[in-house]
DNA sequence: ATAGAGACCTGTGTGC
DNA sequence: TGCACACAGGTCTCTA
């Protein structure tokens, strides 16, 4: 599920619950996710006012009162969900006891009663706490480069990156030392709505003085609209996704390239189709026809 | 240095 | 119906 536009929206839906909240208990159902759970985890935790969220990429930050973040990546299945105060979701007739699936690993109990759950399948997830002063220093965030939605993101910032690299664009756009947070999806979607072949060198969208090609300036923005819109559907979806039976924002948008193998190209002034190849073991959507 | 393959896990869909 | 297989939104690690 989440690329950088759901973790946002993910976020979004979560401020009006956690920020401010303090942290009752947490609850570990399993030892580890990806990674095993720092020593300490839950009581690090516990009792902790959350004073703000933010994000960095696709990771989810809770800034905590005494100056920790903990730190949520999703991996590719990872999700939360809210459960209000005295709502005990899917709760059996018989014994009125609340059923858990056995991919929610993480619970967290807040003061006021609502309770949050981290629900994830194949736990490729990864949580910790790291110090907040200086949390950008961290490995995982050390090296991760601008945001598409940012003002560090520039078409010369590209051209820099691209210059001299043989990688195929597609390859490269999913390098989040590149852009951080930008994933297989909306890579796709992005390539295709700049006309851009996700086969072409990386080198071959900057000129020899080293500035942006026209192309290269097309993708700059067809990455900023591609997430932005997305941002903006995940966030009409907000409503769903604080429901107390958990469904989450549905994120159901109409892709034009991803998944869309074998149909028309939706560019109304080409007759190509979209073919799937694979990138460097990942799945490529585009149109060999209007894509160079 | 860098690009590709494999690994981590489980669920779902497809075809036989 | 059952089974085998391919594939899935991420990223880390190993190898060439």
Redesign the pocket.
Known sequence: ???LP?VETIRRGLVPVLENARIRSVQLRRP?L?FPFPQNFEKNLTGKRILHLSRR???LLWHLEDGGVLVI?????GSIRIQAPGVSERSTRQTGRTKRS??DHVIFHLHDGHTLIYND????GYMNIVNGSDWTDH??FADLGPEPTGNDLSASHLASVFA?????AK??L???KVIA??????VCEALWRARISPRRL?RTLVRKDGRPTVALERLLGAIRTIIAEAIDAGGSSISDYTLADGSMGR?Q?TFSA??QEGCPCARPTCSGSIR?I??????TFYCPRCQR
């Open positions: 599920m989440p690329e759901e580890d990806r990429a696709k990771y990546h999703l991996g590719m299945s056995v991919h399948p194949r736990r490729f490995p995982w001299d690299r043989k990688t195929p390859t490269i999913l390098d989040q947070g930008m994933g297989n999806i909306y990386a994120f948008h991803y998944g799937r694979v990138q460097s073991g990942r799945s």
